[in-house]
């Protein structure tokens, strides 16, 4: 029997794995802390040893000569490194670590070896991002058998170009978590093409959290007078900005919640309401409807005359901010089922 092959969605700040399961269906594997997706952070400690995920994600502000993030931004540089207790590392070198922590993840899910995989990249991506990607892969010990587009993958796992289904052009926004990606791709006689390509790849969820980080400093020194602002602080910036970050996915399902600032000897307790949150980010989310605008206009010019599918994708587009403006502003209706 043919071995399966695993999809990777290899991020900027969370990556995942995924399979298609027994009813043909895409279903993302989670990790050993049950969670769908992976901090994109590696922590080198004293003993030379790798630790990948949410304890290095902890780690980012308070050890960060030790602690490698945002490494996708430096894939296709060949000359980039990262040196940690005097032993560099390249993009590939370091993305290869992210993969063998989510290969082996599944594999103790699962309970068989992970080996032919293929991995999503940026359309934006060019040929030495895809071939820095691949040698990642191959560093892993894992047989890459496709670099594949991530909004082609999104189609995919929406349903598009299943057997039966009619031409259509979709539009896949996509808000992750470091960056921000808006593509046009087109299916005619079952061949995905990508019409027009957008973005901006130093916008993403993690800018969210910091706009609410810094709204919650704010908050907590007018609440405790003569407080220390804990951004100025890397273990306060980390604790602040990891709640920003809770704060924000809480918001997504409720009007409201509380967040607990401690820092050196003084609380608050903050309200922070969705509308807040939302006025505080609004040009940020502004940034991405220019976007959508300007790769909407450059598909007119290749002829697109609609656009029959919005697919939300990226865990910051599960926002609800994010589809009420695309739907103010454009009068389409996003769908979003499982942005990871």
Not at 77 to 91: L, P, Q, Y
Request: hydrophobic share 40%; net charge negative.
């Amino acid at each position: 029997m043919a071995s399966k092959v695993y999809g990777i969605d290899l991020g900027t700040t969370y990556s995942c794995i995924s399979h298609v399961d027994q009813f043909g269906r895409p279903e993302v594997i989670t990790n050993l802390d049950n969670e769908t997706t992976t901090p994109s952070v590696v922590l080198f400690d004293a003993d030379d040893q790798a630790v990948v995920g949410k304890q290095a994600k902890r780690q980012a502000r308070i050890n960060p000569d030790n602690v490698s993030a945002l490494v996708k931004r430096q894939m296709g540089d060949s000359e980039w490194r990262f040196t940690a207790h005097g032993k560099e590392w390249s993009a590939p070198a370091i993305s290869s670590l992210i993969l063998k922590a989510l290969a082996a993840d599944a594999e103790r899910q699962i309970g068989e070896p992970v080996t032919d995989v293929v991995i999503t990249v940026p359309a934006y991506f060019g040929d030495e991002e895809r071939k820095a990607t691949k040698l990642a892969g191959e560093y892993a010990g894992l047989n890459v058998i496709d670099i594949v587009n991530e909004p082609t993958a999104a189609a995919f796992a929406y349903g598009f170009a299943r057997d039966g289904s009619a031409d259509e052009t979709v539009l896949v926004y996509d808000l992750g978590g470091g960056t921000f990606d808006i593509t046009v791709i087109e299916m005619s006689d079952k061949k995905i093409s990508v019409v027009a390509t957008d973005g901006d790849h130093e916008l993403g969820g993690a800018d969210w959290d910091d706009r609410l980080a810094n709204h919650l400093s704010e908050r907590f020194r007018g609440e405790c007078p003569g407080s220390e602002d804990p951004l100025d602080d890397s273990y306060g910036a980390q604790d602040l900005i990891s709640s920003a970050e809770d704060a924000k996915q809480t918001l997504s399902g409720r009007e409201a919640t509380d967040v607990l600032v401690v820092h050196a000897g003084h609380r608050a307790n903050i309200t922070v309401t969705r509308a807040e949150f939302e006025q505080i980010s609004s040009s940020l989310l502004q940034r991405t409807i220019e976007l959508t605008r300007a790769v909407l206009k450059a598909a007119e010019a290749r002829n697109v005359e609609r656009i029959d599918r919005v697919l939300l994708v990226g865990g910051s587009s599960k926002m609800p901010a994010v589809a009420a403006r695309l739907a103010s502003e454009f009068g389409f209706a996003p769908e979003l089922t499982d942005p990871d």
